[in-house]
């Protein structure tokens, strides 16, 4: 993968990645698709220096995100639920960015990875 493709991206072009993607997955955008972006686009700004995703294209880490939320459909209303090894913040945030209703903790080991976390709740 080049540099180019590992640069960060601003939260609008995973707007429009997710919105492209969208339809594979049965969804229609949603307004919660915005914080999605926004995560998205700090975690590009991140990963190289934590080795966050390895190389994944923009386009796969707008897929992983709508395979999360999708997962989110398995969980029953007002649900708590720990994302054991969070990494970069999959499953657990773009689940809790779409379902307010999911009380979601994050449970990271690794000390600049749970900064990661930390910085993008905040």
């Not at 991206?9 to 339809?23: C, D, G, K, V, Y």
């Not at 913040?89 to 976390?117: H, T």
């Amino acid at each position: 993968m080049s540099q180019r493709e590992l640069d960060p991206l601003p939260p609008e072009r995973f707007q429009e990645l997710l919105a492209l993607s969208a339809p594979r997955f049965n969804f229609v955008p949603q307004p919660s698709w915005t914080a999605v972006s926004r995560f998205l686009s700090e975690l590009t700004r991140w990963r190289r220096a934590m080795n966050l995703t390895g190389d994944l294209s923009a386009d796969r880490l707008a897929e992983h995100a709508l395979e999360s939320i999708l997962g989110a459909n398995l969980i029953i209303h007002g649900a708590r639920v720990i994302d054991i090894g969070s990494g970069a913040g999959f499953p657990g945030l773009p689940i809790a960015i779409a379902r307010s209703d999911v009380r979601m903790s994050l449970l990271e080991p690794r000390a600049k990875r749970a900064a990661f976390l930390r910085h993008i709740v905040r």
